[in-house]
């Protein structure tokens, strides 16, 4: 008797914000999806907010599919650089499925250490179902929890632009200063922590 393959598609999101942690997720997909879901996942980054949403919820919900998260925050951040805190939370993600998979593909060109065969595809959210469906998944809770940050540090719009580089986002770094959940090694912050001393919490 053959044991069928465990595939799990790893993804994460959240590499290039100035605030707020990255954070990763790992799916494993029946070999069965509803029609709706088989046209609707793709690139997170290219979708609407609403229908990541909607795909997230979706998915949640479709029998069959497991779902790990995994996370790093912004200490982790600044003590293993973004690489080494991306692969962390990938790995994280993975441990937290339900089953063990036996091949992960891995959206990027870096793998995470893990115990079993891994692929990395470069470009992967777009071509993998798996890899598309975490990078959603991944996207999606990021930006809820970036949205729930923005209630407790109003003011850098962390709603909207859920931590990256825009420019209301650096105008209020320059107003405001940076926070607890800014990531201190990244230049703009670094420069005003110099200047200004510790982050507010």
């Known amino acids: 008797m053959t044991v069928e393959p465990v595939v799990a ?3 994460e999101v959240g590499r290039g914000p100035l605030a707020g942690p990255v954070v990763a997720a790992a799916v494993v997909l029946p070999r069965r999806l509803p029609a709706s879901l088989l046209g609707a996942i ?3 980054k290219a979708m609407p907010a609403a229908a990541r949403q909607a795909v997230a ?3 949640r919900a479709c029998p069959g599919v497991e779902i790990g998260i995994g996370a790093a925050s912004v200490v982790e951040i600044a003590a293993r650089n973004i690489l080494g805190a991306t692969l962390l939370a990938m790995r994280r993600a993975v441990l937290r499925l339900p089953r063990s998979p036996t091949l992960v593909l891995v959206d ?3 793998p995470p250490p893990l115990d079993c065969r891994v692929r990395c595809i470069v ?3 777009a071509t993998e179902l798996a890899i598309g469906a975490a990078s959603i998944l991944a996207k999606v809770l990021r930006d809820r929890l ?3 940050l923005a209630l407790r540090h109003p003011g850098y719009g962390w709603e909207r632009n859920a931590g990256y580089p825009t420019a209301p986002h650096r105008a209020a770094l320059e107003q405001f200063g940076p926070t607890a959940h800014h ?3 990244f230049g703009p912050v670094a420069r005003l922590l110099a200047a200004s001393g510790p982050a507010r919490g």
Request: hydrophobic content about 30%; glycine content about 24%; charged content about 40%.
């Open 108 to 110: 990027g060109n870096r």
């Open 42 to 44: 793709g690139d997170s």
């Open 183 to 185: 990531r201190a090694g």
């Open 57 to 59: 919820a979706e998915l």
């Open 123 to 125: 470009d992967g959210d």
């Open 9 to 11: 598609g790893v993804d």
């Open 146 to 148: 970036m949205a729930r």
